[in-house]
């Protein structure tokens, strides 16, 4: 019959167990914190002293982008979804070779980036072209758009993707906000003006600034 003292270092091992656990769930909390915290003055303004609400369409749920989406390069690499991660996304959804107005939006989704000035640094921008043989084209305006990422899906991935959506074909050309934990969460219609994304995006990168802060975790 075993002793307490011979039972000792097994209730030792699991509190070890649990206290590895801990420094990796604070982690995802520091990271998890700001975004929700965004979300939830966002979109409950009463709680925001000027009162605010959002400019483009709430898409709720929100929609992740699958991680098994297979999104590749116009050189045939696979998209570097780490470059996005703990952005915010300018994303643009084409289907195959960007026609017209395609190249106008991606003009404005540039302005709009530059026009965050030092957030700008914290934004990204996204083409996802929904078919595939668009790897001339999507060459072309990463060239035409120093910076911006371009993702190339096959036929069944765009489907799948636009499906996720609920729109269809009517997802195509529009503007969409991808947040730094890789949800599709507001869209506009595809004549919506760009003073609505840069918006919606300054205020939604000021309120998770502020949590930051506030919390603790931002710089001066």
């Not at 980036?113 to 668009?134: N, V």
């Not at 096959?154 to 934990?181: F, K, N, S, W």
């Not at 890789?182 to 869209?187: C, I």
Request: with cysteine; glycine share 12%; aromatic share 6%.
């Amino acid at each position: 019959m075993r002793s307490a003292r011979d039972a000792a270092p097994e209730r030792g091992e699991g509190a070890g167990a649990k206290r590895g656990l801990g420094p990796l769930l604070a982690m995802l909390a520091i990271f998890a914190a700001p975004v929700l915290a965004a979300w939830f003055l966002y979109f409950n303004p009463e709680y925001l002293p000027s009162g605010r609400s959002n400019l483009g369409e709430l898409i709720s749920p929100v929609v992740p982008i699958p991680a098994d989406l297979a999104l590749i390069t116009p050189a045939g690499a696979p998209l570097d979804r780490e470059a996005l991660a703990g952005k915010w996304t300018l994303v643009f959804l084409a289907g195959r070779d960007c026609p017209d107005p395609c190249p106008s939006r991606l003009r404005v989704l540039r302005q709009i980036r530059l026009a965050l000035g030092d957030a700008s640094l914290s934004t990204e921008r996204l083409l996802i072209m929904t078919e595939p043989g668009g790897q001339a084209a999507g060459e072309r305006l990463a060239r035409d758009f120093n910076g911006m990422h371009v993702g190339i899906t096959d036929t069944p991935g765009g489907e799948r993707l636009l499906d996720l959506l609920g729109q269809g074909d009517a997802a195509l050309g529009r503007v969409y906000i991808l947040d730094p934990m890789g949800n599709l969460m507001m869209r506009y219609a595809p004549n919506a003006p760009a003073k609505d994304t840069l918006k919606d995006m300054g205020r939604l990168i000021k309120a998770s600034k502020n949590w930051i802060k506030g919390a603790g975790y931002g710089h001066k």
